[in-house]
């Protein structure tokens, strides 16, 4: 009876584990490898050893964040035109540096401007020897004069993080949400990457 009790239990805790019920485990740091609150946090951020997925916080210097322009206006036309080009150009730029270690699945860029998402960047690989590759391949090197302090996330799914009402574009608490806002990129710019990489349909670089 004991051990159908202790069975019971640790079913229990695995059903709720990363979830609002868990009182140990912070279930944003389980859905998104970043919480509000850091170190401050009163749960645990289990940070894992390996993972298939690659965070890199603040690499994407977000012009709104910046004051380059009115984060309450938001950009004109011809600003915002400007402004998706240049992410459009950062965003080859770092998927043609990562995808040397192996096949990248996908790559956003967080858009929020609270500071436990500002600009991140998270590479999730097919494999995770190469996304260990990555993370050591990378660490303190410099992007746009910036120190990179890479470290694996727990996210291999980004359903539960991202925004849905960003995504539909009717998100009310504008780019300080707790959610991923993912920065759009251009789609045929994003298949073309995707498809045309030097590792594609290999496990790992061997």
Do not use: W
């Not at 960047?121 to 996304?131: K, S, T």
């Amino acid at each position: 009876e004991g051990r159908r009790e202790g069975a019971g239990g640790a079913g229990h805790l695995a059903r709720i584990h990363g979830t609002e019920q868990d009182r140990v485990n912070c279930p944003f740091y389980f859905k998104m490898g970043a919480c509000r609150h850091g170190d401050k946090c009163d749960r645990q951020h289990n940070r894992p050893a390996f993972s298939q997925t690659v965070m890199i916080p603040q690499m994407y210097q977000n012009p709104l964040a910046h004051h380059q322009i009115d984060a309450e206006a938001g950009p004109n036309a011809l600003t915002s035109q400007k402004l998706d080009r240049e992410f459009d150009n950062f965003y080859t730029d770092v998927f043609e540096e990562f995808q040397k270690f192996g096949e990248i699945e996908e790559m956003i860029v967080c858009n929020n401007l609270c500071d436990h998402l500002l600009g991140n960047v998270y590479v999730r690989f097919v494999d995770e020897e190469d996304a260990d590759k990555c993370l050591k391949g990378i660490k303190g090197r410099y992007y746009a004069g910036k120190s990179l302090d890479p470290e694996f996330s727990p996210v291999t799914d980004f359903v539960q993080a991202r925004c849905g009402k960003y995504d539909q574009r009717r998100c009310d608490r504008g780019s300080t949400c707790s959610y991923m806002h993912v920065k759009r990129v251009d789609r045929n710019l994003e298949r073309d990457l995707i498809e045309d990489q030097p590792f594609r349909g290999q496990r790992s670089r061997g």
